[in-house]
């Protein structure tokens, strides 16, 4: 059974805040459990094992896990790492899948298996919302609103439109901790609270709405201020060698760029008018979303 990346597409540090975020599932990129007779392939399980363990998480089969795990199974995934787009997330999500108790689990309010697999993802980031692996495990698209309510859109369908989401790869990985620490510092200043952080806030919400309501002509024209905003106010989220093209963007009707998660590197999401004309535009690697 394979379990999908996630991608966050609007709602990136605006969380923090009590920003809405919209999150969905990425089928580009997914990996799932697979038996092999390397062992490198198990790479660090035996250390999350172990972390499972001390959790002492009766929901999970670690008896049986342990015993795959002596026998060569390992998470066989695509998904890139430092890249924003969940490989820790489909990891557990894959592993409660498959070694949890998909009953309780399935019959927890959202808010409380968010929890859950949260404190579960803290092995690989420390500290976790939730949302990667919440969306790989549900495989469905979701909206967090700012209050904590978890809606899941279930009839959600991308429309027929020459506007077209991207990922754009970067081909630099990036460690989120230090972009989130570095944006953290800008949140506790004065200015950036009473001037910039509203007008981050209410371009994630005209964007999330936009996109729910398949607005993508509206939605274009918002992700030109956001791609904006971020450019002027958020430039240690942004690579010095991203800047280039990213201005390139902002001064073109062609594609437009914004964060994608911690940003720094990995994926950045893009719009773009024309996805033929886009992808002999620039010189870098482009995903449909």
């Not at 993802?121 to 495989?139: M, Q, R």
Request: aromatic fraction near 12%; glycine fraction near 8%; include cysteine.
């Amino acid at each position: 059974m394979s379990t999908p990346a996630k991608i966050l597409l609007f709602g990136e540090f605006t969380t923090i805040n009590g920003g809405d975020a919209l999150a969905m599932p990425l089928e580009l990129f997914h990996g799932q459990w697979k038996k092999g007779n390397d062992s490198k392939l198990q790479r660090d399980l035996s250390q999350f094992f172990t972390f499972l363990k001390k959790l002492n998480s009766t929901f999970v089969e670690t008896e049986r896990l342990q015993k795959d795990l002596d026998s060569g199974w390992y998470f066989d995934s695509n998904i890139p790492e430092g890249y924003g787009v969940g490989s820790s997330g489909a990891l557990i999500a894959a592993t409660l899948k498959k070694y949890g108790d998909t009953a309780f689990l399935n019959a927890l309010p959202l808010p409380e298996l968010k929890k859950i697999v949260a404190e579960i993802e803290g092995y690989f980031h420390g500290a976790s919302s939730g949302t990667d692996p919440l969306v790989c495990y549900l495989k469905k698209t979701i909206l967090i609103k700012g209050r904590g309510e978890i809606i899941t859109l279930e009839n959600w369908k991308k429309p027929t439109t020459d506007y077209q989401l991207f990922l754009l790869d970067t081909n630099h990985p990036r460690k989120a901790e230090p972009l989130i620490q570095w944006f953290l510092k800008q949140n506790e200043k004065a200015d950036f609270q009473q001037n910039i952080l509203p007008q981050l806030l209410a371009v994630n919400k005209q964007a999330i709405d936009a996109f729910l309501l398949n607005d993508y002509e509206n939605l274009w024209q918002v992700m030109s201020k956001m791609s904006q905003l971020q450019f002027d106010h958020l430039p240690g989220l942004i690579p010095d060698f991203l800047q280039e093209v990213w201005q390139q963007g902002l001064d073109s009707d062609l594609f437009k760029l914004k964060i994608c998660g911690a940003g720094g590197g990995g994926f950045m999401i893009g719009m773009t008018r024309d996805w033929k004309a886009l992808k002999n535009e620039v010189d870098f690697d482009v995903y449909e979303i």
